[in-house]
């Protein structure tokens, strides 16, 4: 074993000139033609920028929500909820946010209510929805911003992104890329 | 047809097409025949070996082989122990982490090392950029080192008499420059064009439009994502792994990230019907991993895309699923292919919360750990399988009457000794860990209240699965589980030493023992290894040994639950 010490030691260090050195450091040249250099794709309005994929919380009701979140869409952390599927106190939680939705949207039936809309994500930052969870808002906020709802369901169509190459995934929306076309809507 | 199912046809589809011409690749590069690459790696190939004052045309036998493998990892896990206690004041610390203690930097080390990369700290606020690229240098190596010991035992099945199978270091660096750096490189930069990070610069405060301020958490990511996904590391930059926005933004980065799961271990059984010339039986024996993958993907498909039974009670629509620890951007569908793949292949990263998935699809997770060997790690998987078939050849010459040969080589009693206790041992350090974890927690629930995130049969299939995917090497979790404490770091840590050293040196030693063998030429009363009813039988050993070996724990755990709400 003595005599392979050395050697190893020795192309370890190679490996990790080669790999934690200069692998990294091409990948990251490479980013610098990258959208935004790299740091994380961005959107700008009215000269504020927000990361586009990074999902964020809205819960107010003059905006379209967002889903639930383990970490409150603080992006210094991610995580979800890891709760079983038949935990008696997760099911309270969701039948909570079930009820509330309700409350916050009359004139809504829970079995228009998506499950995505209740439950928390993988990530805490999922920064999408349903097109059915932004569908099941349009009266709240038509009421809200004054707006007729036909306006908001047109903002829905163009707002939502198909499945890639119309073939493979699923439908969905970007709830900040909505909410930025929202407040131009005025 | 449903765009997410047609999703995950179309992956596994294309998957499929690349592992077969990747696997002819690989097996040129283990056979030193000629590639594309020869002109840019032959040179850094030299450079290397000159550096380190290896002589790579030295030939070794197995036993020479296991003491340089054993060696280098020593080495490895001994600069990780130094470099995670004490990145606190060493350099690219943008947003000041602190070092971690000595219990969960063994635990790290570990699991990083052994190509497990079971987390018990959250990336974001645990490491260090240094840390990470540490991390992520392991990935790179462990991987290569499961890899090159995997073409060793190829070079063993070969039908000659051999006691020497080349030189370990040589095919460890090839492994490492023309195999997975060439591939992570492509994949890393596909996610940096996609919105996947690669920067030095720290966590970026920033107002949202409803006003909240918040922090996003940035860094080298996209290069450490690509081989974490190729080498079956599995180990996030985030602690959210892929279902982090960041790690895998969309469902484009999902399909790539995928692929790169179970590429190269798929690659690797028809980089063995290469070297062997036995195309047949890298046939069969991808026909047998197959059956017992899409045995545990279909009906975790369709599990996850029914929904949660308790949450229809509640009268909401569910079309898109359970989507409880799932992202909108991939949907059901691809997360519970997703999951299957990284459980079977000993990858271990998520882009969904396991814990989270209905009760059948966590038995199916637990399942492609449990028999870790459709498909399998990379170059482990194939290892594992090898002790199947070591069994199967044994057990069907019994039954027929015939000397048990595998490959014109005889099968005897020592090598049936060897893989009897590889095969035990997977069930014994995931029982018993399981045992001692719930005797410790049911002897006293106030004093390790916080292991548990879930009560009843789900809390106990958290601690079965933490043992599970620590001795399969896989590394996700049922991340409830509140695993960073002594117990949780010692016992994960020794369960991954254990359930990686053991299972490489039980078949590199029979495959070497065999090699030294007499080769008989096939004769009419040789058993063919390369038709269907040996590839059932093999089939059958796995079932019979993982029906038994773990079907009584299963029973307490995840199908308790199932019954539990039907």
Redesign the interface.
């Known amino acids: 074993m003595k005599s392979n010490i050395i050697p190893a030691i020795k192309l370890t260090l190679v490996c990790l000139v080669l790999f934690s050195g200069i692998y990294t450091m091409s990948i990251w040249l490479v980013a610098q033609i990258a959208p935004n250099h790299g740091k994380g794709e961005i959107i700008a309005q009215n000269g504020k920028t927000y990361y586009t994929n990074v999902g964020q919380s809205f819960t107010d009701d003059n905006y379209f929500y967002s889903r639930p979140s383990a970490v409150k869409y603080n992006a210094a952390g991610s995580g979800g909820s890891n709760k079983g599927a038949n935990n008696p106190d997760y099911l309270a939680e969701v039948q909570a946010r079930i009820d509330t939705f309700l409350v916050h949207n009359p004139g809504i039936d829970k079995s228009e209510i998506p499950s995505d809309l209740v439950t928390a994500s993988g990530s805490g930052l999922d920064p999408n929805i349903s097109v059915q969870a932004a569908k099941v808002q349009v009266k709240r906020i038509a009421n809200i911003r004054k707006l007729h709802e036909t306006a908001l369901s047109e903002l829905i169509t163009q707002q939502t992104e198909k499945p890639l190459l119309g073939l493979f995934g699923t439908e969905k929306i970007n709830v900040l890329k909505l909410n930025l076309a929202l407040d131009k809507l005025k | 047809m449903n765009?997410?199912i047609?999703?995950i046809i179309?992956m596994y589809g294309l998957v499929v097409l690349l592992a077969i011409l990747l696997g002819r690749y690989i097996g040129k590069v283990f056979n030193y025949e000629n590639t594309w690459f020869d002109k840019l790696f032959n040179p850094l190939d030299k450079?290397?070996f000159k550096?380190?004052?290896?002589d790579p045309k030295k030939e070794m036998n197995w036993k020479q082989h296991l003491?340089?493998l054993?060696?280098?990892n020593?080495?490895?896990f001994l600069?990780s122990m130094f470099v995670l206690t004490n990145m606190s004041w060493l350099p690219l610390n943008p947003d000041g982490n602190p070092a971690i203690g000595a219990e969960l930097a063994f635990n790290t080390s570990v699991s990083f090392v052994t190509n497990t990369n079971l987390q018990h700290y959250?990336g974001?606020?645990g490491l260090s950029y240094l840390g990470q690229?540490?991390l992520?240098?392991w990935q790179?190596?462990s991987a290569g080192t499961g890899i090159a010991i995997c073409a060793v035992v190829f070079i063993a099945m070969k039908e000659r008499t051999a006691e020497t199978l080349g030189n370990f270091?040589s095919f460890f660096?090839r492994t490492?420059?023309r195999i997975l750096?060439p591939l992570?490189?492509v994949v890393?930069?596909i996610l940096?064009?996609n919105?996947t990070?690669?920067?030095?610069?720290g966590?970026?405060s920033?107002?949202?439009?409803?006003g909240?301020t918040?922090?996003?958490?940035?860094g080298?990511v996209?290069?450490f994502v690509a081989?974490k996904q190729l080498g079956t590391n599995g180990g996030g930059f985030?602690?959210?792994n892929s279902?982090?926005?960041?790690e895998n933004?969309?469902?484009?980065t999902?399909?790539i990230e995928t692929i790169s799961i179970i590429l190269i271990p798929i690659a690797m059984v028809f980089a063995m019907g290469y070297v062997l010339k036995r195309k047949k039986l890298a046939w069969t024996i991808f026909g047998v991993m197959t059956l017992g993958f899409l045995l545990l993907l279909v009906p975790s498909v369709m599990n996850e895309m029914n929904?949660?039974p308790?949450?229809a009670k509640?009268?909401?629509?569910?079309?898109?699923?359970?989507?409880?620890?799932?992202?909108?951007?991939?949907?059901s569908a691809?997360?519970a292919y997703w999951a299957i793949n990284t459980t079977c292949t000993s990858n271990g990263s998520?882009?969904?919360?396991h814990?989270?998935?209905?009760?059948l699809t966590g038995m199916f997770t637990l399942l492609g750990m449990m028999v870790n060997c459709f498909y399998g790690g990379v170059g482990v998987g194939f290892l594992n399988f090898y002790i199947f078939i070591i069994l199967a050849v044994f057990i069907s010459g019994l039954m027929v009457g015939r000397t048990p040969e595998f490959l014109g080589k005889k099968i005897e009693a020592k090598e049936m000794k060897i893989a009897m206790v590889i095969a035990l041992l997977h069930p014994f350090l995931i029982l018993a860990g399981t045992a001692v974890a719930s005797y410790l927690f049911a002897n006293n629930p106030t004093e390790y209240a916080a292991w548990l995130?879930?009560?009843?049969y789900?809390g106990f299939?958290e601690i079965l699965y933490e043992f599970t995917s620590s001795s399969a090497n896989n590394g996700s979790g049922?991340?409830?589980l509140g695993d960073n404490t002594s117990f949780w770091n010692i016992a994960t840590g020794i369960v991954m030493l254990m359930g990686r050293y053991l299972p490489i040196i039980g078949p590199v030693a029979i495959a070497g023992i065999l090699a030294g063998k007499k080769y008989i030429p096939e004769s009419a009363g040789t058993l063919k290894t390369d038709t269907s009813t040996f590839g059932l039988m093999v089939f059958a050993v796995i079932a019979i040994l993982a029906a038994l070996a773990f079907f009584p724990t299963l029973t307490l755990g995840p199908i308790a639950?199932y019954f539990?709400?039907h």
């Not at chain 2, 550096?51 to 290896?54: D, E, F, K, P, T």
């Not at chain 2, 990070?197 to 610069?201: A, D, I, L, S």
């Not at chain 2, 918040?214 to 940035?218: G, H, I, K, Y």
């Not at chain 2, 998520?350 to 919360?353: D, L, T």
């Open positions: 765009t997410e047609l999703g179309f450079l290397f550096l380190s004052g290896i003491v340089a054993l060696s280098i020593v080495v490895w600069i959250s974001e606020t690229l540490i992520m240098l790179f190596i270091y660096v490492c420059t750096l992570a490189f890393a930069i940096v064009f919105g990070p690669m920067t030095f610069e966590k970026h920033m107002i949202t439009l409803q909240d918040v922090q996003v958490s940035r080298p996209a290069a081989i985030f602690a959210a279902a982090h926005p960041l933004p969309n469902y484009f999902n399909i929904g949660n308790a949450i509640m009268g909401i629509a569910q079309s898109m699923g359970s989507m409880e620890g799932k992202e909108v951007r991939f949907g691809a997360s998520v882009n969904a919360m814990d989270s998935m209905t009760p995130n879930n009560p009843g789900h299939s049922f991340e409830g639950e539990s709400v």
